[in-house]
C-alpha cells in the first residue's frame, strides 16, 4: 500500500520560533492535507492541497504541494503554546477516490517554556 | 452544534467479547468513516460509507463490521474481540465524497 514518511518525527522548540515539517510518498499524490491532533481529541483539518506548486495559509500556517507531487510541507511561524500537537499529512493518493485517505506517521510538536 | 459524537469513551473488553462502538453526526453529512489509530502509526482506515446503505472497506477491515441504515449513524462493531484490536478509534464525517472535515474525539478500547 502506499506510505507517507513525515519527518522529524518530533520537535522540541521554543516559544516564538519558527518550525517545518515534510511528508513525502512512495506514488503521486492529488490532493495533500494537513491535520493537528491535540492530546485526548480526533483530528483537525488545518489545510488543503490540490495542485502541484500551490501554497496555502491559514493564519500563522503555510502549507506547500511539493511540484513532483510526491512531497508536501508545512510550516508554522512564530509558534506558540497552543501549537502543541502531531501534525499529520494525508492524501487519497492517484488510485483512490477521496473516501480512502492515508495518514502519515506524524510530527510531534513540542515548545519548551 | 454537537459535531460527531462517539460513545462510550473508554471500554476494556475481554478476548473474544463482542460490541458495538457508536458514532452519530448532526450534520448531514453524506460521508462517514472509521479509523484506528495505534502508537507511532497514522489513522488507518477501517470501514467507510459514502451514504445510507452504502459502506466499502478500508486499509484494515479484518475483524470488524459496519452497516449504514441512517445518514446520522454508522455503528462499527467487533465480533470477537482480540488483544491485536487494542486501539484508539476515531469517526469522522464530511459533507459529500470528500475527506474527513470532522473527527469525533475517540474511543479508547483495551482488550485483554
Known amino acids: 500500500g502506499q506510505q507517507l514518511n513525515q519527518s522529524p518525527q518530533s520537535m522540541f522548540i521554543q516559544e516564538g520560533e519558527d518550525v517545518s515539517m515534510n511528508c513525502t510518498s512512495s506514488?503521486?499524490?492529488?490532493?495533500w492535507l494537513w491535520y493537528k491532533q491535540e492530546p485526548g481529541e480526533g483530528p483537525v483539518l488545518l489545510i488543503a492541497?490540490?495542485?502541484?506548486?500551490e501554497l496555502t495559509s491559514n493564519g500563522r500556517l503555510t502549507a506547500q504541494f511539493g511540484i513532483t507531487r510526491k512531497d508536501s510541507f508545512l510550516n508554522i511561524s512564530a509558534s506558540i503554546p497552543s501549537d502543541v500537537g502531531i501534525y499529520f499529512c494525508?492524501?487519497?493518493?492517484?488510485?483512490?477516490?477521496?473516501?480512502?485517505?492515508?495518514f502519515g506517521t506524524g510530527t510531534r510538536l513540542t515548545i519548551i517554556p | 452544534n454537537a459535531g460527531v459524537t462517539q460513545t462510550p469513551k473508554f471500554q476494556v473488553l475481554k478476548t473474544g467479547q463482542s460490541m458495538t462502538l457508536q458514532c452519530a453526526q448532526d450534520?448531514?453529512?453524506?460521508?462517514m468513516s472509521w479509523y484506528r489509530q495505534d502508537p507511532g502509526m497514522g489513522l488507518r482506515l477501517i470501514h467507510y460509507?459514502?451514504?445510507?446503505?452504502?459502506?466499502d472497506q478500508g486499509e484494515v477491515p479484518n475483524g470488524y463490521n459496519v452497516s449504514r441504515s441512517t445518514t446520522e449513524d454508522f455503528p462499527l462493531r467487533l465480533l470477537s474481540a482480540a488483544p491485536s484490536q487494542t486501539s484508539v478509534y476515531f469517526c469522522?464525517?464530511?459533507?459529500?465524497?470528500?475527506?474527513?472535515?470532522?473527527f469525533g474525539d475517540g474511543t479508547r478500547l483495551s482488550i485483554l
Open positions: 494525508a492524501g487519497p493518493g492517484s488510485n483512490f477516490g477521496n473516501e480512502k485517505l492515508t
Open positions: 460509507s459514502v451514504g445510507a446503505g452504502i459502506t
Open positions: 492541497l490540490y495542485k502541484a506548486g
Open positions: 469522522a464525517s464530511s459533507y459529500g465524497r470528500g475527506w474527513p472535515q470532522h
Open positions: 506514488s503521486i499524490f492529488n490532493t
Open positions: 450534520m448531514n453529512h453524506e460521508y
